[in-house]
């Protein structure tokens, strides 16, 4: 079992950045990916990005590629999402998930991931 904690949203005006980070506790030496995602109002979740927690690959949606960069600290169990350059479409709730185990990179399909955050909204002003 892994748990997920979203933290860092909050309101933005177009162009702003935020840090969202993603604290995780439990089994998180069996994590293989972990992965940001998000859910804009009468949307369906959407993948944003996703990296390998061991090796550090990183995969991106083309929406925001170049402008959000996903990291993480393995000694503090944290995922980060780094949102530069924001715009009103980026507003949304934003989850962090978890795969334990490993497969075929890049993994972006909701259902490859067993465990889900709470999520925190991300709210970008014109």
């Known amino acids: 079992q892994v748990q997920l904690q979203e933290s860092g949203g909050g309101l933005v005006q177009a162009g702003g950045s935020l840090r969202l980070s993603c604290a995780a506790s439990?089994?998180?030496?069996?994590?293989?990916?972990m992965a940001w995602f998000r859910q804009a109002p009468g949307k369906e979740r959407e993948f944003v990005a996703a990296?390998?927690?061991?090796?550090?690959?990183?995969y991106y949606a083309d929406s925001v590629k170049g402008r959000f960069t996903i990291s993480r600290d393995n000694a503090a169990n944290t995922l980060y999402l780094q949102t530069n350059s924001l715009k009103p479409e980026d507003t949304a709730v934003y989850y962090c998930?978890?795969?334990?185990?490993?497969?075929?990179?890049?993994?972006?399909?909701?259902?490859?991931?067993?465990?889900w955050g709470q999520g925190t909204q991300v709210t970008v002003s014109s």
């Open positions: 998930a978890a795969r334990m185990g490993v497969s075929t990179w890049p993994v972006t399909l909701q259902s490859r991931y067993s465990y």
């Open positions: 439990g089994r998180t030496f069996s994590v293989y990916a």
């Open positions: 990296l390998t927690w061991s090796g550090g690959n990183t």
